[in-house]
Structure formats: C-alpha cells, structure tokens
C-alpha cells in the first residue's frame, strides 16, 4: 500500500492512494464507520499488519464507493510518518559520496539525528535561514519506517521489523555541519526534513538494497546513482541501530546520500540552494518527494 498524510487546518489525516487518486480516510470514516479502521498515520504504523488488512479491506470497498476519491494536486501533503519519536540518520555511507567527499570508508555506520521541526512534507516551501547560512545542500536519501519494537535484532531478521519506506531529503547546512565535529546544528534547522509522498508498504519492496535513486534541482539532475552503492545495508543498519537503543514503531532511519552533493564538488564550483529552487528526489517504486526553497523574507 501506499500511505499518504493529509494534512489539512493544522490537522494531519491517513490517505491511501488507489486509482490514481487519494482516499481520506477520516473524511470516509465519518460517511462508512469502521471502528478497526485507523484514522491517523501513526495508528497505522504502530497497528501493524492487523491495521493494515483492515485498512486494505476497507479501502476496497471505498472504492466502490462515489465521491471518496480525491485528485493528489488537491491535497495538501503532511510528512508521510507526522510524529515520529527518533530520527536516525546514517553519514557518508555511500561508497562514491565518502569518495567524493575525501573521507575515509567509514568502519562503523555514522550515526547523528535530526528533530521533529524538521519535518515537512511534498509540496511544502521551506524556508532557507538565511541569517544564519548561505550554504544549504541537498540530499537524496531513502527512508526506513520502523513497524514494531526492536531491540538486538540480527540482520537475517532485521527487515521483519520494517513497515515501510519513504523518499527524503536531508538538506544540510554545510558551514553549521562542520563548525564542530558534531553535525547536528546543519541537520536540524526547520523544515530540513521532507518526507514523503508516500510511506510504501515493506511488502511492496522486496530489495530496498537494489533501487535507483537520484536528486534534481530545477529539472537538472545532481545525484543519479542506485541503494546497492550503501557501504551498510539496511539490515545491517536496523540491525546495528537496535543493538545500541530500542528502535519503536514510527521511528525514522535515513539511510545516507549518494554522490552528487554540492559539498562533493571543488569549492569554486559550489552553488548552493537559493530562493526560487525546486528540488526533487525521485527513489524507484517510492515517488517523486518536490519542494521549493524559499526566502526568509
């Protein structure tokens, strides 16, 4: 399935795309009762496999159902996973962006986080700090939704503990990124998080280790490259991550970048994002995640 957050007055809402369209499935709750229909994204997430049959249940018969089918340009987009209670993100573990980059392989998955302020979703404007950086890059990365609690998962079972998966971009400060050896002042401002169009169902990704990727800016493609160039794997990455902390359903893992980032580039030759630029990251099976870059005025 493909889970979409719909957020509209402030509030944020469960969609499902079918046909082409979206169905709100709060507006439908209130038209056709179902009490073991979730509402809400999160309840979604964290009901698991039970939600998501109702859910599948359900939306067949809306479907034969008029009027419940929503146009995708009529709805305004949420983060497809709204409340997530960790942000995890993986550095430099694309084998050409750690070469791009003059680092060294890393031995062990990089860790650092991002919070909720990041959050935004497809179509939303985020706003550049310009008062306190001119250097925002981009960066193309998959999104892994966890389903369930985990806690010292091996790899061999790591992906059992998967819900689904999402686009991201994880724009960055570079000059914040690098004022300490700590980078979370350049990953964190707001709204440097969009997530989305659609949370993915697992099942609809037997391999997330085996997906084109790739980031545009203005229609001009930066990153093209494919999931299988990760130095740790998603499995590995869950598995790691649960050995240290206890990963709950609705936690967020951003799996790292691929080449083509703009601090990759000779200094000379960096043009970092500025108001009026469009970025898109585009994953396989996973859609097209697009938002504007806007002024602080």
């Given at each position: 399935m493909?889970?979409?957050?719909?957020?509209?007055?402030?509030?944020?809402?469960?969609?499902?795309?079918?046909?082409?369209?979206?169905?709100?499935?709060?507006?439908?709750?209130?038209?056709?009762?179902?009490?073991?229909?979730?509402?809400?994204?999160m309840?979604?997430i964290?009901?698991?496999?039970?939600?998501l049959d109702?859910?599948?249940?359900?939306?067949?018969?809306?479907?034969r159902?008029e009027?419940?089918?929503?146009?995708?340009?009529?709805i305004?987009?949420?983060?497809?996973v709204?409340?997530?209670?960790?942000i995890?993100c993986v550095?430099?573990?694309?084998?050409?962006?750690?070469?791009?980059?003059?680092?060294a392989i890393?031995e062990?998955?990089?860790?650092?986080n991002?919070?909720?302020?990041?959050?935004?979703?497809?179509g939303?404007e985020?706003?550049?700090?310009?008062?306190v950086?001119?250097q925002v890059?981009?960066?193309?990365?998959?999104?892994?939704?966890?389903?369930?609690k985990a806690?010292?998962?091996?790899?061999?079972?790591?992906?059992d503990?998967?819900f689904?998966?999402?686009c991201?971009n994880?724009?960055?400060?570079?000059?914040l990124?690098?004022?300490?050896s700590q980078w979370?002042?350049?990953?964190?401002?707001?709204?440097?998080?969009p997530?989305?169009?659609?949370?993915?169902?697992a099942?609809?990704?037997?391999?997330?280790?085996a997906?084109?990727?790739?980031?545009?800016?203005?229609g001009?493609?930066?990153?093209?490259s494919?999931?299988?160039d990760?130095?740790f794997?998603?499995?590995?990455?869950?598995?790691y991550i649960s050995?240290?902390?206890?990963?709950?359903?609705?936690d967020?893992i951003?799996?790292?970048?691929?080449?083509g980032?703009m601090?990759?580039?000779?200094e000379?030759?960096?043009?970092?994002?500025?108001a009026?630029?469009?970025v898109?990251v585009?994953?396989?099976?996973?859609?097209?995640?697009?938002n504007?870059m806007?002024?602080?005025?």
């Amino acid at each position: 399935m493909k889970l979409v957050t719909i957020e509209k007055d402030g509030q944020f809402s469960l969609g499902v795309k079918e046909n082409g369209g979206i169905i709100d499935i709060r507006s439908a709750l209130e038209r056709l009762p179902d009490p073991a229909v979730p509402a809400d994204p999160m309840d979604a997430i964290a009901g698991g496999e039970g939600a998501l049959d109702s859910l599948r249940r359900y939306t067949e018969r809306l479907l034969r159902e008029e009027g419940l089918l929503l146009r995708e340009e009529d709805i305004g987009y949420g983060p497809c996973v709204p409340r997530p209670g960790k942000i995890i993100c993986v550095g430099l573990n694309y084998r050409q962006h750690a070469i791009e980059t003059n680092a060294a392989i890393p031995e062990y998955p990089i860790l650092f986080n991002k919070f909720s302020n990041a959050l935004t979703g497809h179509g939303k404007e985020v706003v550049l700090p310009e008062a306190v950086t001119s250097q925002v890059d981009y960066e193309a990365e998959l999104a892994i939704v966890i389903g369930k609690k985990a806690k010292n998962v091996s790899k061999e079972q790591a992906h059992d503990y998967v819900f689904g998966y999402c686009c991201a971009n994880d724009l960055s400060a570079r000059e914040l990124q690098t004022r300490t050896s700590q980078w979370l002042l350049g990953k964190s401002c707001d709204g440097f998080g969009p997530l989305g169009p659609y949370l993915v169902t697992a099942d609809e990704i037997p391999d997330p280790n085996a997906l084109s990727i790739q980031c545009s800016v203005n229609g001009e493609v930066r990153q093209h490259s494919n999931t299988s160039d990760m130095i740790f794997r998603c499995d590995e990455i869950i598995s790691y991550i649960s050995r240290h902390m206890t990963l709950e359903p609705g936690d967020v893992i951003l799996t790292g970048t691929p080449e083509g980032v703009m601090l990759g580039y000779p200094e000379h030759e960096r043009v970092y994002l500025k108001a009026g630029d469009v970025v898109a990251v585009e994953i396989e099976r996973l859609g097209k995640l697009v938002n504007r870059m806007v002024g602080e005025g």
